[in-house]
T-cell receptor, first 116, second 114 residues
Framework: AQSVTQLGSHVSVSEGALVLLRCNYS??????LFWYVQYPNQGLQLLLK??????LVKGINGFEAEFKKSETSFHLTKPSAHMSDAAEYFC??????????????FGTGTRLQVTL | NAGVTQTPKFQVLKTGQSMTLQCAQD?????MSWYRQDPGMGLRLIHY???????DQGEVPNGYNVSRSTTEDFPLRLLSAAPSQTSVYFC?????????????FGEGSWLTVV
């Protein structure tokens, strides 16, 4: 079984400040991990994904995430927040098992607010 | 560059009515799926398909039917709508059913059951 926990349903940062969104996962097999962003009234857009290559993954819009197996974490960071980063962010896990169809399990989401 | 297209975008149903949410993708993707999004619960998988003629249940399949007669289309049917099915529904697709592939989402269908 797999699960995702996102700590903090709402995070508020000032423009230019560090963004840190937390994600911890649980998986019985090696995981694939994803971060998606959702802007109001829109679908989900992939920010980045970890697929067992480099543990530090760089994504779009300046975001990156580091896979830490010992901590079962995949936190999302961005050095300097921009107003356009305000959105809801979802962490998701899928089990890395050959021949298994993808079944994403999502966290409950973190809404990022960026203030002036 | 349509990607994953869902219709309708908004729908209000009365309890007991039936309807179909349409989903089409033009990327020749093998894998398609339906999720529902509820406040505070993230997205949950309803049904998925790994190819034409092949479907399977996800985490919350009750009250929903699917079929996959073509590669492009994956409609979601509500046979007898209930207020608990009020939600935002997302169709998604991926080149391959394998877990590491990027899944692309449609823009969502907002359904209210009264």
């Amino acid at each position: 079984a797999q699960s995702v926990t996102q700590l903090g349903s709402h995070v508020s940062v000032s423009e230019g400040a560090l963004v840190l969104l937390r994600c911890n996962y649980s998986s019985s097999v090696p995981p694939y991990l994803f971060w998606y962003v959702q802007y109001p009234n829109q679908g989900l857009q992939l920010l980045l994904k970890y697929t067992s290559a480099a543990t530090l993954v760089k994504g779009i819009n300046g975001f990156e995430a580091e896979f830490k197996k010992s901590e079962t974490s995949f936190h999302l960071t961005k050095p300097s927040a921009h107003m356009s980063d305000a959105a809801e962010y979802f962490c998701a896990v899928s089990e890395n098992e050959a021949g298994t169809a993808s079944k994403l399990t999502f966290g409950t989401g973190t809404r990022l607010q960026v203030t002036l | 560059n349509a990607g994953v297209t869902q219709t309708p975008k908004f729908q209000v149903l009365k309890t007991g009515q039936s309807m179909t949410l349409q989903c089409a993708q033009d990327m020749n993707h093998e894998y398609m799926s339906w999720y529902r999004q509820d406040p505070g619960m993230g997205l949950r998988l309803i049904h998925y398909s790994v190819g034409a003629g092949i479907t399977d249940q996800g985490e919350v399949p009750n009250g929903y039917n699917v079929s996959r007669s073509t590669t492009e289309d994956f409609p979601l049917r509500l046979l007898s709508a209930a207020p608990s099915q009020t939600s935002v529904y997302f169709c998604a697709s991926s080149y391959s059913f394998s877990s590491g592939n990027t899944i692309y989402f449609g823009e969502g269908s907002w359904l209210t059951v009264v």
